[in-house]
């Protein structure tokens, strides 16, 4: 049972590429989730998507782009890069948002030099 | 104020010991409530959802408190392992749902 996965693990960029970090879940949960974590500043949300084709914005969305064109799968674009956005990003799903736990992947851990 | 909030600790604590944190929450219309345990910068992971009756998982003990608006975390036995940020997560579904994380305890057992 792989759950929910990310990838790459880590990643090093320059500022200004894009960048896209992967998620995958086999659970067929609906809710998926996207957030950050930098010190100081614990869990900050993202974006999450409640189906396919369904997406909204979480608490930092600037700069951030996602789609979900299938339920398994839930990717993280970073249009153009910048060093702010250096953090560690999880991925997590959910059966359901209202009275169920979220479930993480294993992070990425992102550089922008 | 912050929605949810917790003491960041640390929290030193020997090893047998037992230690107890709590976690705020502001919202009254919060309904569900979890703990997750996170190590040095690894993902979260759900240590026990809350029930309104209390709960008990091994050495673990989780208690909700509707009235004050909080819920505890009670570890016995402290073991070395237990070394680790503890998070609290709410639910609030007033309207929208939102899930909130606090920002973590931290503890420390120490030999």
Redesign the interface.
């Known amino acids: 049972d792989a759950g929910i996965t990310q990838s790459p693990r880590y990643k090093i960029t320059e500022t200004g590429r894009q960048v896209t970090l992967m998620c995958h879940q086999t659970w067929s949960h609906s809710y998926m989730?996207w957030y950050r974590?930098d010190l100081g500043?614990?869990?900050r949300?993202i974006y999450y998507s409640a189906a396919a084709d369904i997406t909204d914005k979480g608490e930092v969305p600037d700069g951030y782009v996602v789609s979900r064109s299938k339920t398994e799968n839930f990717p993280l674009t970073l249009e153009s890069a910048t060093r702010s956005q250096t953090s560690?990003y999880?991925c997590a799903s959910s059966e359901s948002?209202?009275?169920?736990?979220?479930?993480?992947?294993?992070?990425t851990?992102l550089s922008i030099l | 104020r912050k929605e949810v909030e917790q003491d960041p600790g640390p929290f030193n604590v020997p090893e047998g010991a037992t230690v107890a944190f709590n976690c705020t929450y502001s919202n009254s219309a919060s309904q569900s409530f979890f703990w997750y345990r996170q190590d040095c910068r690894k993902e979260p992971k759900l240590l026990m959802s809350v029930y309104s009756s209390g709960n008990e998982d091994g050495r673990f003990t989780a208690q909700l408190n509707r009235a004050s608006q909080y819920i505890s975390l009670l570890i016995r036995d402290s073991k070395l392992s237990d070394s680790a940020t503890y998070l609290c997560v709410v639910i609030v579904t007033s309207g929208t749902y939102k899930y909130i994380f606090g920002t973590g305890t931290r503890l420390k057992v120490l030999a």
């Open positions: 989730f974590q500043h614990g869990l949300l560690v999880f948002p209202y009275n169920q736990p979220q479930h993480f992947g294993d992070g851990r």
